[in-house]
């Protein structure tokens, strides 16, 4: 995989190491925010798996960070709720 877009902000949060990676950091927009990234630590943290998102625009992709991961019905709900979380942010 090959990610194209630097690091623009890395923060540690709990048990997270959180980066956010865009163009520039105006790019980046709310989601380089301390605080934004605190509360979106706090909905990871409430998950049984360790997720990632990407961010496009209007546009939130969440998924399982273990490509490997089994995928269950609860595991979707949880992602859902973890996306809708996320775009409240």
């Given amino acids: ?18 980066v956010v990676r865009a163009p520039d950091s105006a790019a980046a927009g709310n989601m380089a925010d301390d605080t934004v990234l605190e509360q979106l630590a706090g909905l990871a943290g409430k998950l049984s798996f360790r997720p990632e998102l990407q961010i496009r625009g209007r546009r939130i992709a969440a998924y399982l960070a273990d490509r490997n991961a089994s995928v269950e019905l609860e595991t979707l709900k949880s992602l859902w709720d973890f996306a809708r979380g996320t775009a409240g942010l």
């Fill in 1 to 18: 995989m090959i990610l194209q877009d630097p690091v623009v902000k890395e923060k540690k949060a709990g048990p997270y190491s959180l």
